[in-house]
């Protein structure tokens, strides 16, 4: 574990991180700047969660060049809607993203960044569904990374953001192919995850018929696969879901595997596997020490 993950320390967990390949812990410390990265894969976490929360994350900001930079929370407040408070969700810019591809008002600083190369993709989930995102091309691999997906294709490349966001409602709409899922399901499909012939054959249909979808709106259309990342393998050892809420408690977790923000992990050490979602501690504060998680009956089932 790494010397910034400190014992009585109170760290603010800001996201579940794919960002420069390979799964790790945002942190920043509670009544400091300071910021702190935690690899997963192999880790050790015992940590206790206080009963409060959740904290509110600040708010994205948009330099006139398009490059985003986030803002904490000024009053450090729990958050209220999303993992905002009331305050940072009215002045956060990126919220207009949704919309930029359908008129209404667009910060200068947004438009530039909505302006860049995008990819349009279709991500497949263990239990066979599929949705359609797209994602800013400095950030293609990583976006896939973290969206939990164990099968996936960047379909169209589009000049920007807005012609990307299109593309996404084109397919969306002709398809009913969804555009986001729930972190829940996301969990839920691991620990129940369909046989691989049938995801590929799932995933396979649905680019093929996006693919019909956007050929009429004369797409560039590279179907280019995503391969998964090396940290999956393992995941699908575990069957049973980690029993006791993250949202509070004491909890002494080791990462085996890991699928978006789902981990594969040991309890106190001892070698059975179950399915942890660690995005559930974002906006949470944390307290590294030396817990153990409480016990567990044996038998579990996700259902």
């Known amino acids: 574990m790494r010397a910034d993950w400190r014992d009585g320390e109170r760290f603010l967990v800001r996201s579940v991180s794919w960002g420069g390949g390979s799964p790790h812990l945002d942190l920043a410390e509670v009544g400091s700047a300071t910021r702190a990265a935690v690899p997963l894969i192999g880790t050790t976490l015992a940590f206790t969660v206080p009963d409060t929360g959740p904290f509110c994350l600040g708010r994205a900001v948009f330099a006139a060049s398009g490059e985003v930079t986030g803002q904490d929370c000024p009053g450090a407040r729990r958050a209220v809607t999303g993992r905002q408070c009331a305050e940072c969700a009215a002045a956060d810019e990126f919220r207009f993203i949704h919309h930029v591809h359908r008129g209404g008002y667009v910060p200068d600083g947004l438009r530039e960044y909505v302006a860049r190369p995008h990819w349009v993709y279709i991500a497949t989930f263990a239990d066979g569904s599929s949705k359609v995102g797209t994602a800013v091309h400095a950030r293609k691999r990583t976006r896939l990374d973290e969206q939990g997906a164990v099968r996936a294709t960047y379909l169209a490349w589009a000049d920007s953001g807005v012609t990307a966001r299109e593309y996404e409602d084109l397919v969306s709409g002709a398809l009913d192919i969804v555009q986001s899922k729930r972190r829940s399901a996301k969990l839920t499909a691991l620990a129940r995850p369909r046989p691989a012939a049938e995801i590929e054959r799932a995933h396979g249909w649905a680019v093929q018929e996006a693919r019909e979808v956007l050929e009429g709106a004369s797409a560039v259309l590279p179907l280019e696969p995503w391969e998964p990342p090396a940290e999956h393998a393992g995941v699908a050892g575990a069957s049973d879901a980690y029993p006791h809420a993250l949202t509070s ?37 944390v ?14 089932g996700l259902f």
């Open 249 to 285: 408690g004491e909890h002494c977790l080791t990462v085996v595997a890991m699928v978006g923000s789902v981990a594969s992990v040991t309890v106190n050490g001892e070698p059975e596997l179950f399915l942890a979602d660690l995005g559930v501690l974002v906006g949470r504060h």
């Open 287 to 300: 307290v590294p020490g030396p817990v153990r998680s409480p016990g567990i009956s044996t038998q579990l």
